[in-house]
């Protein structure tokens, strides 16, 4: 019965994890599409301050916000279903691609489909920054945070520290003023620690046997060694998945060539540099969130093992790095939902939410840059960047088209053109 209830929400999600392109800028733009704006089950403020809370947490920050939007509407056991449901297509995905990639190499997969999921997410991306314009950024201190914002992140998109950085910046910035915000009545002080003691008493305890089995050389160490990774990988990570492929790189492709590994850990995890490169150009053309090439990465470094430890290095790789995120989300937001009850914490929000809107701007003019929409050379491709971009807008602001329609289009003309 508690199921039946939320079978409309589960189905959203279920097409929002199938066509949800463009990491996770264009992720969140299609989550105020579909979840604010048609189906309602959150309001704009409320996916503004999610998307705010998750940003300074490491870990998926798209899958942490679609998870808090399962936890508003029913709970810690939707919340669990969401989470599900929103990886399990692209993990399957790129589970079944670290057993197909030999057949890939033998038969060239044409990428021209996908050329027009680029231009479609910052088409997603420009509009969700012009609607929340008109929520967050109405006078003076947040106009100035959400230029200088929009800068930062053009220039340092692709720095892990920027993101966490101005979002707490901002927060100060509005904490100058108490006249817009004043604290009223004495908030809760009351905080529960047992769910951090928790997410640390795994952290130590999957280095410890990780460490463990390398030390004694256990037979199945492999497993352990994987799961320590990805965890720490999902527990460290800022910066979502342009910041995680590089650690995994330096983890499974570069470190076990170097000699001091050779010596000293001569059965250390590895890929070569072709199956990774593969698998991180692969997981940018499917929907879903980029931390499921941890899934594809999982399999690699075990497919030497045998089909068994192949797939269980697939659902461990799935599990062990999207497994933070979810500790980190669930348990601090109750934290957080308490201490917004401070007015400081309040007032921070203007500042952090204006702070979103920057991020947002800033990437939607840092990815049209690798755009080519010089419409004066004749090209039709760079022609059709350009009207996929107004369309999408166009699409999302003027008409009642469901959201999943979009990219399934976009893949269409990619085919045909």
């Given at each position: 019965?508690?199921?039946?209830?939320?079978?409309?929400?589960?189905?959203?999600?279920?097409?929002?994890?199938?066509?949800?392109?463009?990491?996770?800028?264009?992720?969140?733009?299609?989550?105020?599409?579909?979840?604010?704006?048609?189906?309602k089950d959150i309001s704009e403020k409320e996916l503004l301050e999610f998307n705010a809370?998750?940003?300074?947490?490491?870990?998926?920050?798209?899958?942490?916000?679609?998870?808090?939007?399962?936890?508003?509407?029913?709970?810690?056991?939707?919340?669990?279903?969401?989470?599900?449901?929103?990886?399990?297509?692209?993990?399957?995905?790129?589970?079944?691609?670290?057993?197909?990639?030999?057949?890939?190499?033998?038969?060239?997969?044409?990428?021209?489909?996908?050329?027009?999921?680029?231009?479609?997410?910052?088409?997603?991306?420009?509009?969700?920054?012009?609607?929340?314009?008109?929520?967050?950024?109405?006078?003076?201190?947040?106009?100035?945070?959400?230029?200088?914002?929009?800068?930062?992140?053009?220039?340092?998109?692709?720095?892990?520290?920027?993101?966490?950085?101005?979002?707490?910046?901002?927060?100060?910035?509005?904490?100058?003023?108490?006249?817009?915000?004043?604290?009223?009545?004495?908030?809760?002080?009351?905080?529960?620690?047992?769910?951090?003691?928790?997410?640390?008493?795994?952290?130590?305890?999957?280095?410890?046997?990780?460490?463990?089995?390398?030390?004694?050389?256990?037979?199945?160490?492999?497993?352990?060694?994987?799961?320590?990774?990805?965890?720490?990988?999902?527990?460290?990570?800022?910066?979502?998945?342009?910041?995680?492929?590089?650690?995994?790189?330096?983890?499974?492709?570069?470190?076990?060539?170097?000699?001091?590994?050779?010596?000293?850990?001569?059965?250390?995890?590895r890929m070569n540099k072709e199956e990774f490169l593969t698998g991180s150009g692969l997981?940018?053309?499917?929907?879903?969130?980029?931390?499921?090439?941890?899934?594809?990465?999982?399999?690699?470094?075990?497919?030497?093992?045998?089909?068994?430890?192949?797939?269980?290095?697939?659902?461990?790789?799935?599990?062990?790095?999207?497994?933070?995120?979810?500790?980190?989300?669930?348990?601090?937001?109750?934290?957080?939902?308490?201490?917004?009850?401070?007015?400081?914490?309040?007032?921070?929000?203007?500042?952090?939410?204006?702070?979103?809107?920057?991020?947002?701007?800033?990437?939607?003019?840092?990815?049209?840059?690798?755009?080519?929409?010089?419409?004066?050379?004749?090209?039709?491709?760079?022609?059709?960047?350009?009207?996929?971009?107004?369309?999408?807008?166009?699409?999302?602001?003027?008409?009642?088209?469901?959201?999943?329609?979009?990219?399934?289009?976009?893949?269409?003309?990619?085919?045909?053109?």
């Open positions: 019965m508690y199921l039946f209830r939320h079978i409309s929400f589960l189905k959203a999600v279920f097409f929002h994890s199938i066509t949800a392109f463009g990491g996770p800028q264009g992720h969140l733009g299609m989550m105020f599409k579909t979840f604010v704006h048609q189906r809370f998750c940003q300074m947490l490491p870990g998926a920050s798209s899958t942490q916000t679609l998870t808090l939007i399962g936890y508003k509407r029913g709970g810690l056991p939707l919340a669990v279903l969401t989470l599900l449901i929103w990886i399990l297509p692209a993990c399957t995905l790129m589970g079944g691609l670290s057993f197909l990639l030999d057949y890939f190499s033998d038969h060239s997969i044409d990428p021209g489909i996908f050329k027009f999921i680029h231009p479609m997410a910052v088409g997603f991306i420009a509009f969700s920054a012009f609607r929340l314009f008109k929520v967050s950024v109405n006078n003076t201190i947040t106009r100035i945070i959400m230029a200088t914002v929009t800068v930062l992140t053009f220039l340092l998109f692709k720095t892990p520290w920027v993101f966490p950085c101005v979002l707490v910046a901002a927060g100060i910035a509005t904490n100058f003023s108490d006249k817009r915000i004043p604290q009223k009545g004495i908030p809760p002080k009351k905080v529960n620690y047992g769910n951090l003691i928790i997410f640390l008493s795994i952290f130590m305890l999957a280095g410890f046997l990780s460490e463990t089995a390398r030390k004694q050389e256990w037979k199945n160490r492999a497993p352990y060694n994987l799961f320590e990774n990805f965890y720490r990988f999902g527990s460290l990570v800022f910066g979502g998945g342009d910041v995680l492929m590089p650690l995994m790189y330096e983890q499974y492709v570069t470190r076990p060539e170097t000699k001091r590994v050779e010596e000293k850990n001569p059965n250390a995890l997981v940018r053309a499917i929907p879903g969130p980029v931390f499921s090439i941890s899934s594809f990465v999982g399999g690699m470094v075990l497919k030497d093992k045998g089909p068994g430890m192949q797939i269980t290095g697939c659902i461990i790789g799935a599990i062990a790095i999207f497994l933070p995120s979810a500790l980190m989300v669930l348990f601090f937001f109750p934290v957080w939902h308490n201490l917004k009850k401070y007015a400081v914490i309040f007032r921070s929000l203007e500042g952090v939410n204006a702070a979103v809107v920057g991020i947002m701007t800033g990437a939607c003019f840092y990815l049209m840059k690798d755009i080519s929409i010089d419409i004066t050379d004749g090209s039709t491709v760079h022609f059709m960047n350009v009207v996929i971009i107004f369309s999408t807008f166009f699409l999302l602001s003027s008409s009642k088209i469901r959201t999943p329609f979009i990219p399934a289009l976009c893949l269409l003309l990619g085919w045909l053109i």
